[in-house]
């Protein structure tokens, strides 16, 4: 008899046919939506693997219900949606999808830097309202990105990826992690810095930590506050890195200049969140990782996670076990 596996989000057929050739499937079959809560509930009593997406909260309320569930392949790098240490006491393997979405996280990441510095949302808002009227010298003007300083605070995968793109654009390259990565350094001509120079240095200050216990609020009011009025705050990682409230406060009362945020502390984030009035806020719907190939790579990785992990063998991306 095959193994049961339950996919938590409407997935491409070649994904689905290909998990289907080994597994019976069970699949939430809307795109758009989330699967609710009582419908995962049910669904994870009596399957060996789930396929889950960042969007969905596995707790440890939710792992308890499973009564032969071997592994929870997680279709994101990110894992902070999943209770580790309930499914760690269950011996449920937990995995990720890292590496395959790195170059395209920080073509996102540096397109949403240069979205913010030139105001180009701003921009393009205004000329569809119907408010360009004229030119005159000081119209939308933005900060320059070329020859200003960048900030990279946690130097992985995709901090790397992004350290390589500012070089094109003659950016100084400083970075904060958690230990230093002299060979990194050398390749790319970048510069380690305690985080609190990191901060006063920067025009630029793009946060890529994971999200965990440390993480959370590694901008807060105290950071901003080390800021430059003219600099500008990317988060690409995870919302909760990075203190909302301080955020606005600090954006409310100038002490930096702008931010650009594709993630947020509440997902989807309410639209009248305060964030989103404000006119040098460039907002995106956690977009790091969505090209059609990366997103097919994610996919293929999780299933490739799912099968190693039902098959009894341990997949190569395991976080947890």
């Known amino acids: 008899m095959k193994q049961k596996i339950y996919i938590t989000r409407k997935l491409p057929d070649a ?22 809560r009582e419908v995962l509930m049910k669904e994870i009593r009596d399957v060996d693997g789930i396929l889950s997406m960042v969007s969905d909260s596995i707790d440890e309320t939710l792992i308890n219900q499973a009564t032969q569930l071997k592994v929870i392949s997680n279709m994101a790098v990110g894992y902070n949606n999943i209770d580790i240490k309930a499914a760690t006491e269950r011996g449920i393997m937990v995995t990720n999808t890292p590496g ?20 180009l949302v701003e921009s393009s808002d ?19 990105i070329h020859g200003s300083t960048l900030g990279i605070i946690g130097m992985g995968r995709i901090g790397e990826a992004l350290a390589k793109r500012a070089k ?25 810095k305690d985080k609190e120079t990191l901060l006063r240095e920067s025009d630029f200050v793009c946060v890529l930590v994971p999200f965990t216990l440390e993480t959370k609020d590694t901008i807060n009011k105290e950071e901003l506050a080390l800021m430059k009025p003219t600099s500008v705050l990317i988060n690409t990682a995870r919302g909760g890195v990075v203190n909302e409230d301080a955020l606005y406060e600090a954006l409310i009362n100038n002490e930096i200049w702008a931010a650009g945020l594709d993630v947020f502390q509440e997902e989807p984030v309410p639209i009248d969140h305060p964030l989103l009035t ?28 799912l099968i190693e992990g039902i098959s009894g063998n341990t997949p190569k991306n395991l976080v947890a076990e």
């Not at 205004?126 to 320059?144: A, C, I, N, V």
């Not at 958690?178 to 510069?191: F, M, N, T, W």
């Open 100 to 119: 395959v979405l790195t170059e395209t996280t920080a073509d996102l990441t540096f397109a949403l830097l240069m979205a913010t510095a030139r105001r």
């Open 15 to 36: 994904v689905v046919d290909r998990l289907r050739e080994i597994c019976e499937v069970g699949m939430w079959d809307k795109e758009e939506e989330p699967v609710p």
């Open 126 to 144: 205004y000329l569809r309202e119907g408010k360009w009227k004229s030119w005159f010298p000081m119209q939308l003007t933005g900060q320059d």
């Open 168 to 192: 094109g654009f003659d950016m100084n390259v400083i970075y904060t992690n958690r230990s230093r990565k002299s060979k990194v350094e050398e390749e790319l001509g970048i510069h380690y």
């Open 278 to 305: 404000l006119p040098n806020v460039v907002a995106l719907p956690h977009i790091g990782s969505s090209s059609i190939n990366t997103r097919m790579k994610m996919a293929h990785l999780a299933a490739t996670n």
